[in-house]
């Protein structure tokens, strides 16, 4: 009888993470209890990778998640040609998360240059004003 009851609990502790899991929301050790983390969207290829790669930092950072797994989580948020990327990587560029950073950014031709040349084609667009166009 006591083996069953726990194996009912433990059934219903398993319904409930599932239950979690299905809404979206996941909870994850803190410093306060009870504090639920969003859960971060799978990168689509609609997104722009390095703004997706700058709301990933943010919400590592704000969820005080470990650094050294920040690579391991960035890589099962991967999809379509971003996930080509990091399937041909090395395993010491993809357990690094600077290194991922850098050859996902590189991939996608988000480098210095890049933006250097974006920055000095940039206009300001009829629909903007001096301080919409400055933000």
């Not at 709301?55 to 391991?72: I, V």
Request: hydrophobic content about 35%; proline content about 6%.
């Amino acid at each position: 009888e006591l083996e069953q009851s726990r194996l009912e609990l433990e059934a219903k502790k398993i319904e409930l993470s599932k239950q979690k899991i299905d809404e979206g929301v996941l909870e994850y050790p803190s410093q306060e209890p009870n504090i639920r983390m969003p859960q971060i969207p799978p990168f689509s290829e609609q997104d722009d990778i390095a703004a997706y790669i700058t709301r990933f930092e943010s919400t590592a950072t704000l969820c005080d998640w470990p650094s050294d797994s920040w690579a391991t989580r960035l890589g099962l948020l991967l999809s379509g040609s971003a996930l080509n990327v990091y399937s041909t990587l090395p395993s010491d560029v993809i357990s690094s998360y600077s290194l991922l950073k850098k050859a996902i950014l590189q991939a996608f031709k988000k480098t210095t240059h890049h933006y250097r040349s974006e920055f000095r084609h940039i206009k300001i667009t009829p629909n903007q004003n001096y301080m919409q166009f400055l933000t």
